[in-house]
C-alpha cells in the first residue's frame, strides 16, 4: 500500500497525466471480451490488485504480487496525503450525494484537505456528448490533481481514458463504490471477509438482484481462465 501511495504521489508531482486501475476478478473475465477495456489497462500508469483471488492466482502462476490494494482501500491513504500535500481533489461518480457526503466526512477528518468539488452524473450520462463535455468543463475550471472516478468498471475507466487528457489531471483513479462506503450508505464487508477472499459474497448478499448474474455466472470463468493458463505453463 505505501508504495502505490507514493507512486501516486511521484505522478502529481511530475505532472504525469496518468492514471491507475484496481483489478478485480469481474475486471479480468471482462478483459476478454472488450478490447477497449483492455487497451486502457495495457496503458496504465499503476496497475494494482484489487482482490485476493487476483493476488492467488499470481502465486499459483508464477509471478507472486506483493498484496492486495483495493481501491476502496488506496482512496482514505491518497486522501490523507493529499490533505498533507495540499493537492487538490475532485470526486466524480457514486450515487446522488454519495461523493459530496463523503467530502463532508473527509473535511471532518482532514481539516486542510482541499477537496475542489464533487459531482454525480445522471443515469446514461455516458452516451450524451454535452453532458460529458459539461463534466470535463467542471473538472478543468476546477484545476484538480487528483481525480477519483467512481462509476464502477468498465465505465469509470473508459471515461477517464477519453477525458483525462482533456481535463489536464495528473492522476485519475476509479474507485467503484467507495464514495458510498466513505458516506456511509453502504456498508462494506468485514474484513475478515476480505482477507479470506469473500468479500464478493457479502456485496452479492447486500445486492442479490443486482450482482448475482456478475458473481455467480460471468465470473467464476475467471478461475478457468487461471486453470488454463496453468494448464499450459505445467505442459512447458
Known sequence: MAEAVEAVDRMVREKRCGYAVTPN?????????????????????????????????????GTPLKERVAGSDLFP???????????????LGGRPGAASRAAER??????????????????????????????????????????????????????????????????????GVTF???????????????RAGLEWLWRLAMEPRRLWRRYLLEDVRFFWYVAEQWLKQAAG
Request: net charge positive; aromatic share 10%; proline share 7%.
Open 180 to 194: 458510498e462506503f466513505t458516506a456511509g450508505m453502504v456498508k462494506r464487508a468485514p474484513m475478515w471477509t476480505q
Open 77 to 91: 491513504r491518497v486522501c490523507e496525503l493529499a490533505a498533507r500535500r495540499g493537492y487538490r481533489l475532485f470526486f
Open 106 to 175: 473527509l473535511r471532518a477528518r482532514h481539516p486542510a484537505i482541499r477537496i475542489v468539488g464533487t459531482y454525480a452524473p445522471p443515469y446514461g450520462f455516458e452516451s450524451d456528448p454535452r453532458e460529458n463535455a459539461a463534466i470535463a468543463a467542471m473538472v478543468v475550471d476546477a484545476h484538480p490533481d487528483i481525480l477519483f472516478v467512481g462509476l464502477g468498471a468498465p465505465k469509470q475507466e473508459k471515461w477517464i481514458w477519453r477525458y483525462q487528457k482533456a481535463c489536464g489531471v495528473p492522476v485519475c483513479i476509479g474507485i
Open 25 to 61: 476478478v469481474d475486471h479480468l473475465v471482462r478483459l476478454r471480451r472488450d478490447p477497449e477495456f483492455r487497451h486502457i489497462y495495457e496503458n496504465a500508469a499503476l496497475v494494482l490488485a484489487d482482490g485476493m483471488p487476483i493476488v492467488w492466482a499470481s502465486r499459483l502462476l
